[in-house]
């Protein structure tokens, strides 16, 4: 095959033979490509889980460079050509398969991504280790896609003489220059240190509900320096990632998503009291919003005018919470409005007589 090969590169002009060699190099990768991915095609209707499908999505383009790319590079001593173009050629060959195999990397990750998503799936009522997981999974990512990205970048430079030595200079500048910018980015590096603690410790997680600024919202995303709440309006609120190491915040959903909620009714004294309990009774047991844990219905105050009714209840989530409140609240005091209108709040006023004879001298102008 070899004497083959040799005698076709000799009977033919050295430009169309590598023209020919880049051409073929090509098409071997795309057939190999194609092989793989029929393989995946076969496979992935096999399994309930999509693993071959993530894997497809993620690395079928990269794959589309990273396969010919491979192969040529394989097939370069087959080439004819002067040194003074073979090697920049193949520079250029070896440099476009580093960064083409940095992509194929960060692409994997996302299919280990994907496959750890479906194993930790959040459309739980209790999800609190796939919380805990997302949230160490993102972090990671980020650090290893950025570490991809340096080392290949670092690889690329030192594949030139030029940078090499220049490199071997510059130790000395880097490390005075580092503890300079050490100095001006304190703060970025605050926030990068604060994004590591709390990618372990977890004071917060992905999903988390928080109240933050007053601001109450569910944990979107957790980068490297700042984390993003989806408000309950649709907002987003954008904090550095210190702010939770340094400042106080509510986490609603730290150990369990379960809660309780309350209502507040402020009525008149003649309140049956009795009769709310009853009614706030049927009320939970026909709502699939309340877990059954607790139920409550307590005079927590006595003031001036009126008595302060607390309802308290529990939920599986705050969102559910919120959602009974609303319900028990809502019917609670349609109940008193049709049932007992005497026990809403009412302002009395006690008129003496002589109160009752100067309003009727002020009327007639006579004595009543």
């Keep these: 095959m070899k004497e083959v090969l040799e005698n076709w590169s000799d009977n033919m002009p050295s430009w169309l033979w590598n023209i020919l060699i880049t051409i073929t190099a090509v098409i071997i990768g795309l057939i190999i490509k194609l092989i793989i991915k029929s393989i995946l095609n076969f496979y992935k209707n096999r399994n309930d889980y999509s693993l071959f499908r993530s894997i497809i999505v993620h690395t079928g383009r990269p794959m589309n460079h990273f396969v010919p790319l491979l192969v040529l590079n394989l097939m370069l001593p087959l080439m004819d050509m002067q040194k003074r173009f073979y090697i920049p ?47 160490q999974l993102q972090f990671i990512r980020r650090i290893l896609v950025t570490f991809i990205v340096l080392v290949a970048v670092a690889v690329v430079l030192l594949s030139f003489d030029n940078v090499r030595k220049i490199g071997a200079g510059l130790l000395t500048g880097v490390g005075i220059g580092g503890i300079i910018i050490g100095f001006a980015a304190q703060k970025s590096l605050a926030n990068f240190l ?10 917060l997680r992905i999903d988390d509900v928080l109240v933050v600024e007053g601001e109450w ?9 700042y984390v993003v709440l989806n408000i309950w309006d649709q907002r987003r609120l954008i904090l550095p990632i210190n702010y939770f190491i340094e400042k106080p915040f509510q986490n609603w959903t730290r150990t369990t998503s379960q809660i309780l909620g309350t209502v507040f009714l402020y009525l008149d004294y003649n309140t049956p009291v009795d009769a709310i309990r009853a009614e706030f009774d049927r009320l939970l047991d026909a709502t699939k919003l309340w877990d059954k844990r607790v139920k409550v219905i307590q005079v927590t105050d006595a ?23 609303c319900y028990i609240r809502e019917n609670l005091i349609n109940f008193l409005r049709d049932n007992y209108p005497e026990s809403l709040p009412l302002q009395r006023v006690m008129l003496s007589h002589e109160d009752n004879f100067k309003q009727d001298k002020d009327t007639t102008g006579l004595p009543a």
């Design 89 to 135: 050629f193949s520079r250029f060959i070896e440099i476009s398969l580093i960064i083409s195999f940095a992509v194929l990397l960060v692409s994997s990750i996302k299919v280990f991504e994907d496959y750890m998503y479906h194993v930790y799936d959040l459309n739980k009522e209790d999800n609190l280790k796939e919380r805990k997981i997302r949230t």
């Design 194 to 203: 604060a994004g590591f603690q709390i990618a372990f410790t977890q004071p």
């Design 217 to 225: 919202g569910r944990v979107e995303d957790i980068t490297l320096t």
């Design 303 to 325: 003031k001036e005018n009126t008595i302060e009714i607390r309802a308290l209840m529990s939920a599986r989530n705050s969102s559910q919470a919120f959602d009974l409140r």
